[in-house]
């Protein structure tokens, strides 16, 4: 089946500093979809993306879909502490389920 | 208006028991999936249930079950408990299978198997 790559799988960042993520597929995907999850949380929708080449912001948020269709990437701009949690990004693979990558661990220091 | 809530939010068992986990969707929201978090991986899809029937499952074995009853709420059976279905599981709900940027996650059943 398909694999989703995350990278990094965790990085410490200070505060107010500009973070860039990335995942990657095997194969070519129709959707890609952000989310985060915080400690004790379900994971929650940042950004969803549609079509190769589509660029779309949530705030400090910003994600685009890569024209290869094989590949997003996620950047959070100014980080602030509660930014601290888990990034995973998503397909819709078939079927209505989700295929969700490893995820990278965000942890901010004052 | 309510999220998607699950119950119990712990749950410790031994290995070989059986564990019943609960999900009772956003109100109006027809579709609901489970997934298994393990500790340090990712999200696996475990099943989809739509209007009471299971519409598909993943790469889990047949002692993971569940069902949807007519008010859209689900349950998640695991039977056999082994110790590596120690997880956090999680349940979403959409309002329509074909709403598929919409499944809305709720908090998670922590299940500990000793």
């Known amino acids: 089946g398909q694999q989703l790559n995350q990278s990094p799988q965790s990085m410490f960042i200070q505060e107010g500093e500009d973070v860039s993520m990335n995942c990657t597929s095997s194969?070519?995907?129709?959707?890609w979809l952000w989310y985060k999850q915080d400690p004790g949380e379900g994971p929650v929708l940042l950004i969803a993306?549609?079509?190769?080449?589509e660029l779309t912001s949530n705030g400090r948020l910003t994600a685009q879909f890569g024209i290869t269709r094989k590949d997003s990437f996620l950047n959070i701009s100014a980080s602030i502490p509660s930014d601290v949690g888990i990034y995973f990004c998503?397909?819709?693979?078939?079927?209505?389920?989700?295929?969700f990558g490893t995820g990278t661990r965000l942890q901010v220091t004052l | 208006e309510a999220g998607v809530t699950q119950s119990p939010t712990h749950l410790i068992k031994t290995r070989g028991q059986q564990a019943t986990l609960r999900c009772s969707p956003i109100?109006?929201?027809?579709?609901v999936y489970w997934y298994q978090q393990a500790l340090g991986l990712g999200l696996q899809f475990l099943l989809w249930y739509d209007e009471g029937e299971e519409r598909n499952r993943g790469n889990f074995p047949p002692r993971f079950s569940g069902r949807q009853f007519p008010n859209y709420s689900s349950e998640l059976n695991v039977n056999a408990l082994e110790l590596e279905d120690s997880a956090l599981y999680l349940c979403a709900s959409s309002i329509s299978p074909t709403g598929l940027d919409t499944q809305y996650f709720g908090p998670g059943t922590r299940l500990t198997v000793l």
């Open positions: 998503a397909d819709t693979g078939t079927a209505s389920k989700l295929t």
């Open positions: 109100s109006g929201h027809t579709s």
């Open positions: 993306l549609y079509k190769a080449g």
């Open positions: 194969s070519i995907f129709n959707t």
